[in-house]
């Protein structure tokens, strides 16, 4: 008894292990090209079709593939070698299911499978639905076809290139093509009055080539399929579509969507992805089981429209001429948007840039502004300063105006008694009147200093003078108030012209208020000791220096870094403006000033100007 349930559990795992080994096995496929495995536009489908099948059974699918190159041959070729291939291949493995590109791939299995893959199930698709017969499809027979609406590729051409007038056809030699031939001529029978057809398939490529290059104004090409020309010679991976855009001279249009992107213009195009994607979708739903004849899928036609941008400019046709809903790929960016990120960084800084330039130009003229009221209010100082110093020399000024005043009165008095004389004495009348005049022109002279010295000044009236002439005024106007202080009052000139660029009043004034600060200074000096001097010296070439030194007290030493320096005074009643304002004079005509104590007594105050 228990040998016999020992053979039964033994048997129910053997069932088991088979059942396995079945199920691990994965579900073989095979992809049967038309004419190779690199031809249009099959093999665009086959790459699709093999990537979402492989998506949609990623660990249960095998794929073989083999090719119908005996469909290029016009004569009837010898199938058998393939026969014996795919026999041989898949002696002892299961085939699980045949997927046909194309209708000369789905002839030849329908015409082998009887004998060798009688329950191999055959999935038909890239085959327009004139090129086979749907009542010929088995139960085990599913299809996922194209269909191609002829006449819809020419009006899209007659829409943009509205003066067309002759089109030629670039298409193959193979019997497929062949085919095609007829049925377009057959179609495109309604156009014969508008537009002449040509017919490019008893060509060679290079014949093609050629004659695409010479074609009649108002034409336009288009590129249908050449899979194998009239020589015989293939067309794989589309290499003659990159020659003919290289030579042709008109625009090129072609139903496929493989061919975008390579010199056609585009149009209504056959979606290869779509009809990879629904072949492969039918696939997995046969390998799940699902029986093919009850699989029925709409065929896949004509797409929106799809334009290349860069054809439409080369042919220079107009986008308002594209149908509605067309879409136009390739695109090339204007300027703008292809540096939008650079031009919007570039804008934000010409905007801060600007902001910067306004607020500087804002700054600009609240600092110029500022500069001139400055130098307003300076000229102001000065002359204040100047009025003071008149007023320090009024005395002066009184004293030495009375001279010229008092002589011309008393010569006036001479001249009346000597012509009253009998008779008149007129020689020594005129000697005294030119007395009077000599008079007053020094009493002229006298005043035209005050007026100088008291004018106000709206601006610097720099001009070239010689600086001797001015030291010789400020001498002049200087000499009655130091004999006024018992003041000993001398000048050390360079006896030749000393040619500066100033105003001679700014630097008059220097000469007067270094010298009041001396007499100053000198206050409490016994008389006979009180010594000025103003002295001028070529320490260089290119610069004069006039010094104006004293005999009193000097410079205190913690003193003598500020005396410069606005409001500093050693006076009870002194504004401290006075040397403030020399050296800003002196420094304005790009010199220097600088003060020392002298070895024997007194300071000694210099001051430099370019020549």
């Known amino acids: 008894m228990w040998v016999a349930r020992a053979c039964v559990a033994a048997a129910f795992l053997m069932l088991l292990a088979a059942h396995d080994t079945a199920s691990a096995e994965p579900r073989r496929v095979l992809l049967l090209h038309s004419f190779g495995p690199h031809f249009e536009p099959w093999s665009a489908v086959a790459g699709h079709f093999r990537e979402e099948v492989t998506r949609r059974l990623p660990n249960a699918i095998d794929l073989y593939e083999a090719s119908l190159e005996m469909a290029r041959i016009p004569q009837s070729p010898d199938e058998r070698p393939l026969v014996d291939y795919l026999q041989a291949l898949f002696a002892g493995r299961k085939l699980d299911l045949v997927v046909a590109l194309g209708a000369p791939a789905a002839r030849f299995f329908q015409k082998y499978r009887p004998q060798f893959f009688s329950s191999t199930p055959l999935l038909i698709t890239a085959a327009d639905q004139r090129t086979f017969s749907e009542g010929a499809l088995t139960a085990n027979d599913a299809a996922v076809p194209s269909t191609l609406d002829l006449p819809k590729l020419v009006e899209n051409i007659l829409q943009l290139l509205p003066g067309t007038t002759n089109i030629a056809f670039v298409i193959g030699a193979s019997p497929l093509e062949r085919f095609w031939v007829e049925g377009m001529r057959h179609a495109f029978q309604p156009f014969a009055g508008r537009v002449t057809f040509e017919w490019l398939n008893e060509l060679s490529q290079e014949e093609m080539v050629k004659r695409v290059a010479t074609l009649p104004p108002r034409s336009a090409v288009f590129y249908a399929s050449v899979r194998v020309d009239a020589a015989g010679i293939p067309n794989e991976q589309n290499r003659v579509l990159a020659r003919l855009r290289e030579t042709a001279n008109a625009p090129i249009f072609s139903y496929l969507d493989s061919n975008f992107g390579q010199g056609i213009v585009g149009g209504p195009v056959i979606s290869t992805q779509e009809l990879g994607r629904r072949a492969a979708e039918v696939a997995a739903r046969i390998l799940n089981g699902e029986s093919p004849g009850s699989i029925k899928t709409p065929p896949v036609g004509l797409g929106a429209p799809v334009y290349d941008w860069r054809e439409l400019q080369r042919w220079n046709i107009s986008e308002a001429r594209l149908p509605p809903g067309s879409v136009v790929q390739f695109r090339e960016p204007s300027a703008l948007e292809r540096y939008r990120w650079q031009l919007a960084a570039l804008f934000v800084a010409l905007l801060v840039q600007s902001a910067m330039i306004g607020w500087m130009l804002i700054e600009r003229y609240a600092r110029r502004k500022a500069e001139r009221e400055t130098r307003r209010r300076s000229l102001e100082v000065m002359h204040l300063s100047r009025s003071a110093e008149a007023g320090a020399l009024s005395v002066s000024f009184a004293h030495e ?73 400020a001498m002049r106007i200087l000499s009655a108030e130091a004999k006024r202080r018992d003041v000993t009052l001398r000048a050390i000139g360079i006896q030749r012209p000393l040619l500066v660029r100033a105003d001679p009043i700014h630097l008059q004034q220097v000469v007067l208020n270094l010298a009041m600060n001396g007499m100053d200074a000198m206050t409490n000096m016994p008389p006979n000791a009180r010594r000025m001097t103003i002295k001028t010296t070529l320490p260089g070439g290119t610069w ?68």
Request: proline share 4%.
């Open 544 to 611: 004069v220096e006039v010094s104006v030194s004293d005999s009193g007290t000097g410079i205190p030493e913690h003193k003598h870094d500020s005396i410069f320096d606005t409001f500093y005074t050693t006076k009870e009643r002194g504004t401290g403006l006075g040397l403030s304002i020399a050296r800003t004079i002196i420094e304005t005509y790009e010199g220097k000033i600088w003060a020392e104590n002298q070895a024997g007594g007194g300071a000694v105050f210099r001051f430099t100007l370019p020549l």
């Open 401 to 473: 105006l009375s001279q010229p005043l008092a002589s011309i009165l008393l010569s006036a008095d001479t001249a009346e008694r000597l012509l009253a004389e009998k008779p008149p004495n007129v020689g020594r009348a005129k000697e005294i009147l030119g007395d009077i005049r000599e008079a007053d022109q020094h009493a002229t002279e006298i005043i035209s200093h005050v007026k100088n010295l008291l004018k106000h000044r709206s601006e610097v009236e720099a001009q070239e003078f010689d600086l001797n002439e001015a030291i010789a005024d």
